[in-house]
């Protein structure tokens, strides 16, 4: 399996544009998350899903982000508009059922400017 | 709200010392995973504690569980340049709400 897969790997965005992250997550797991890390608030989590339902979101920042799983192998995470404080390392991670080990992917390095 | 506190922040340490690094949780937990992140990688899972008082190994790695199932610990012996990086607890409360600990970085002298 070629593990948990996000795009683009790296974003560099002028402030006010629309910016949308991906994930695929390893085939089979039925839990998906995405977190963000900064040096300032560490790794948080921003929102998961179980069966591609959003279960608790409580993490978002603000109405300016927003993620959807349409289905089982693909996730966003939309940023509209980006804000200079939204710079961070965005990473999507999967488990099989929430409580398990999670898998995470290679991360998006988001830069706002 | 549920909050896991983790320390040290950073720890340096000359190469074959001891490290150790602790989480608390100010709720009870359901189980405690611990993760390792290399710099520039991303988190990468070591275990998980499920039981009140468990002890687990990975050779080098020992992973304690509190009785109260509200703090853990991560003991590396002999530290090696290899485990360099930062390591993360995560607590999972009954609510299924999962939280990270804000890691602790160890870095070694050779």
């Known amino acids: 399996d070629a593990g948990v897969i996000q795009s683009p790997r790296h974003e560099v965005t002028e402030m006010g544009q629309e910016v949308t992250l991906r994930c695929k997550p390893i085939s089979g797991h039925n839990s998906l998350f995405w977190y963000r890390q900064t040096m300032m608030r560490g790794l948080e989590l921003l929102i998961y899903f179980n069966n591609n339902v959003p279960i608790d979101d409580s993490g978002m920042p603000e109405d300016r982000f927003s993620a959807k799983m349409p289905n089982a192998s693909f996730s966003t995470l939309k940023i509209q508009p980006s804000e200079p404080r939204d710079s961070a390392v965005y990473f999507c991670?999967?488990?099989?059922?929430?409580?398990?080990?999670?898998?995470f992917g290679p991360g998006t390095r988001l830069t706002v400017l | 709200g549920q909050q896991v506190m983790q320390i040290p922040q950073y720890q340096h340490v000359q190469e074959g010392e001891d490290f150790t690094t602790y989480c608390n949780s100010s709720t009870t937990l359901s189980n405690i995973q611990w993760y390792k992140q290399r710099p520039g990688g991303h988190p990468v899972f070591l275990i998980q504690?499920?039981?009140?008082?468990e002890v687990k190994k990975q050779k080098r790695l020992t992973f304690q569980f509190g009785e109260a199932k509200k703090n853990s610990s991560l003991h590396i012996t002999a530290t090696q340049t290899t485990d360099v990086g930062t390591y993360f607890c995560a607590g999972y409360s009954s609510a299924s709400k999962i939280i990270f600990g804000s890691g602790t970085r160890l870095s070694i002298r050779p």
């Open positions: 991670a999967s488990s099989y059922l929430g409580e398990n080990e999670q898998f």
């Open positions: 504690l499920v039981k009140s008082g």
